[in-house]
T-cell receptor, first 115, second 113 residues
């Protein structure tokens, strides 16, 4: 069965530092897609970045990048030069080719950036 | 950018009440989803659809019905609301299968007294 696990419930970092949030997933498919979303304090959920399983290069988007370790079924989100506005809850999600291609979400990691 | 709207944004009802949550997306996305979000559980999928008239059961469907009347509109129905359904509800859409991300609505906060 598909499953996405985020073991870090909350993280606090100093502003302008780099933070990594962990995510591991389970799937039997050889082809799948991994996503990271951000939920702000207002409740808004926005898409940040995606990794396709068949791509070896780690995806990057602005000050977000991914650490994709396929043999470990791991997809870490790296935020460099953190800003106060990066304080939010971050969700990892996976979509594979099973059935109607549902999305599977982790429970989220709360990030606090300290000025 | 994809737009997903939800109405109402807040709703209070009583136990046994009848509630309909509405979702509209204006980008001709094929997939639409209803989630509930509760502390400690993250986002849990209730129902989803890959087109008008289609409905698929999610992970927590008990007590909920859904209907996709058009490509744009997806409704979540609570016919006998219970306090356990007090939650924050999100609608989302995605263009198609594969690597297309989801776009989320602003959420509806439902309180069942």
């Amino acid at each position: 069965a598909q499953k996405v696990t985020q073991t870090q419930t909350s993280i606090s970092v100093m502003e302008k530092t780099t933070v990594t949030m962990d995510c591991v997933y389970e799937t039997r498919d050889s082809s799948y897609f991994l996503f990271w979303y951000k939920q702000t304090a207002s409740g808004e959920i926005v898409f940040l970045i995606r990794q396709d399983s068949y791509k070896k290069e780690n995806a990057t988007e602005g000050h977000y990048s991914l650490n994709f370790q396929k043999p470990k079924s791991s997809i870490g989100l790296i935020i460099t030069a953190t800003q106060i506005e990066d304080s939010a809850v971050y969700f990892c999600a996976m979509r594979d080719n099973t059935g109607y291609q549902n999305f599977y979400f982790g429970k989220g990691t709360s990030l606090t950036v300290i000025p | 950018e994809a737009a997903v709207t939800q109405s109402p944004r807040n709703k209070v009802t009583v136990t046994g009440g009848n509630v309909t949550l509405s979702c509209r997306q204006t980008n001709s996305h094929n997939y639409m989803y209803w989630y509930r979000q509760d502390t400690g559980h993250g986002l849990r999928l209730i129902h989803y659809s890959y087109g008008a008239g289609n409905l698929q059961i999610g992970d927590v469907p008990d007590g909920y019905k859904a209907t996709r009347t058009t490509q744009e509109d997806f409704f979540l129905l609570l016919e006998l609301a219970s306090p356990s359904q007090t939650s924050l509800y999100f609608c989302a859409s995605s263009r198609d299968w594969g690597g297309y991300e989801q776009y989320f609505g602003p959420g509806t906060r439902l309180t069942v007294l």
